[in-house]
């Protein structure tokens, strides 16, 4: 595997289920990212993680659980989602996040459904 | 605060045309812009970015993009317009240097005709 992966590439799930999304990026960064892009709006930020410590919160609702176990790995825990919460999740991931090392590059993302 | 508008909603060319797609961006500090392109149900890729230095950036695919201070702009360009062009593609600038947050613009799609 090469670049960033992201598994699942689709998923469905009810509004009392819970899931996770994966994310590993095998270029060696220190940093991690996840965006949320909705139809009609743009990409939004989630989440930052740095050498697995979360720099970043964008005011995102607590139903979205991140966790970076190392600095390969990035995780959302999904729970008790709503309808409005379909969309496609992006992860990517830079040699840092100042200047130009903080060049990021995204993964093939996650389509969720939430019904 | 920071932004970045694409005006364009969606382009249409004609195969073998020149493309100019519009960024306009609002950043008080010289800023960190990118080009990223995205293919239907794929994740995005890296066109080109600005950093510093030359103005006229070289990216990936033949495409070009030229930022300019004055205008508060990073125009995306290409000479000959490909069918394998047509895609989203999306502006951003970073929006602060400590987090690497990113802000993108809406996007434009680009439609390419036969």
């Known amino acids: 595997e090469t670049g960033v992966t992201q598994t699942p590439r689709h998923l469905v799930m009810g509004m009392t289920n819970k899931k996770s999304l994966k994310c590993e990026q095998h270029?060696?960064?220190?940093?991690m990212y996840w965006y949320k892009q909705s139809a009609k709006k743009p990409l939004e930020l989630m989440f930052v993680?740095?050498?697995?410590?979360?720099?970043e919160n964008n005011s995102v609702p607590s139903r979205f659980s991140p966790e970076c176990p190392n600095s390969s790995h990035l995780f959302l825990h999904l729970h008790t989602l709503q309808p409005e919460d379909s969309a496609l999740y992006l992860c990517?991931?830079?040699?840092?996040?100042?200047?130009?090392?903080?060049?990021?590059?995204f993964g093939p993302g996650t389509r969720l459904l939430v019904l | 605060a920071q932004s970045v508008t694409q005006p364009d909603i969606h382009i249409t060319v004609s195969e073998g045309a020149s493309l100019e797609l519009r960024c306009n961006y609002s950043y008080g500090a010289t800023p960190y812009l990118f080009w990223y392109v995205q293919s239907p149900g794929q994740g995005l890729q890296l066109l080109l970015k600005y950093f510093s230095g030359d103005t006229l950036v070289q990216g990936i695919k033949g495409f070009e993009a030229e930022f300019k201070r004055s205008q508060s702009s990073f125009n995306l360009r290409k000479p000959s317009v490909h069918w394998s062009d047509a895609a989203e593609y999306f502006c951003a600038v970073v929006a602060s240097s400590n987090t690497g947050k990113l802000i993108f613009g809406q996007g434009t799609t680009l439609q390419v005709k036969p």
């Open positions: 990517a991931s830079s040699q840092d996040r100042q200047g130009s090392s903080g060049t990021q590059y």
């Open positions: 270029l060696g960064h220190n940093a």
């Open positions: 993680y740095s050498l697995e410590e979360r720099v």
